[in-house]
């Protein structure tokens, strides 16, 4: 059933929220073919949001240094080094195709004397993560104070003032991204839940989110979802059409597990690679079930106790 209450299924999210005249949704459709890892949109989500710094460290396995999406991270710029994939050894070698202008930007690489077989067959995958801002979000439905709200725009946003910092969210969330602040010392805002809110600040006064604003390829798009959708099916068919056949869209889907993303990317290859679960269900879907059985158990419970006092003897 799709309706006010609706845990599932393909909505409108902000009219099932209450507001009679919302604008349309807003979202970020991020084209990862085109990103080239300059992490910009982190520095401007931390200047415009004062998210303090995070811990900056090479791990020694990526050229990554901010890791992941957490409190003090609200957008992260993956580096995935894709090795080549050799063929089995009883199949034939695959032939080398001719590299495909998939309108990446580049600065070209100096002269070289290693022949092409001798250098190493790896793929750059860089792809900026943030906040799926999810057509049904667990994260709303579990959080017992108010905290997160349904904005107009359709986007999930975290009150601070109002957060009591219990965490049903963080668990409740299927990809990841809710984190509670641990630090820096002396953040009023230490314990509290903590994600991207695209920039709701900016929204009412008719600006774009900071991070598309600052992203030089354009990889970060920021728009009227639907429009996005129709965008982005738009881009995976001209990619298919140069010979990029790994590239997909994830989290477009209405008829997805989360009822479809507001923010949602274009793929070059399996959403695992990215760190990305491949099939989301929001948390909270059996809830109403959940609750249904568990009146049904206590009211039992209560017919059986009554029937034992009616049948006691005097």
Not at 117 to 132: G, R, T, Y
Not at 230 to 252: C, F, I, K, P, W
Not at 253 to 264: Q, S
Request: hydrophobic content about 35%; overall charge negative; proline content about 10%.
């Amino acid at each position: 059933m799709i309706g006010r209450n609706s845990l599932f299924g393909p909505l409108d999210p902000a009219p099932d929220a209450g507001y009679a005249d919302a604008p349309p949704r807003k979202g970020f459709f991020t084209d990862t073919s085109v990103c080239i890892g300059c992490k910009a949109c982190e520095v401007a989500c931390k200047e415009w949001n004062d998210v303090p710094e995070n811990l900056f460290q090479m791990l020694g396995t990526s050229y990554d240094n901010s890791h992941s999406l957490n409190a003090n991270q609200w957008r992260h710029v993956a580096f995935i080094e894709r090795p080549g994939r050799a063929p089995a050894p009883d199949q034939p070698a695959v032939p080398t195709t001719p590299p495909v202008d998939i309108g990446m930007p580049t600065v070209g690489a100096p002269p070289s004397d290693v022949p092409d077989e001798a250098k190493p067959d790896f793929q750059w995958l860089m792809s900026s993560d943030v906040c799926k801002h999810c057509t049904h979000a667990a994260c709303l439905d579990v959080c017992p104070t108010g905290s997160l709200f349904r904005s107009e725009f359709g986007t999930v946003v975290v009150q601070d003032d109002i957060c009591n910092g219990c965490g049903y969210c963080v668990a409740a969330c299927p990809y990841g991204v809710i984190d509670r602040r641990k630090g820096p010392d002396g953040d009023p805002r230490v314990g509290i839940a903590q994600k991207c809110t695209l920039c709701y600040d900016r929204l009412t006064d008719n600006q774009r989110p900071a991070c598309a604003q600052a992203c030089p390829t354009e990889s970060i798009q920021f728009g009227d979802v639907e429009e996005l959708r129709e965008r982005a099916s738009a881009r995976v068919a001209t990619l298919h059409e140069q010979g990029v056949m790994d590239a997909r869209l994830y989290g477009n889907d209405p008829e997805d597990g989360v009822g479809g993303t507001g923010a949602f990317f274009l793929l070059l290859d399996e959403p695992e690679v990215y760190g990305l679960p491949p099939d989301p269900v929001v948390t909270t879907k059996d809830l109403p079930r959940m609750y249904q059985r568990a009146a049904m158990a206590a009211a039992a419970m209560l017919a059986g106790a009554a029937v034992s006092f009616v049948r006691r003897k005097p």
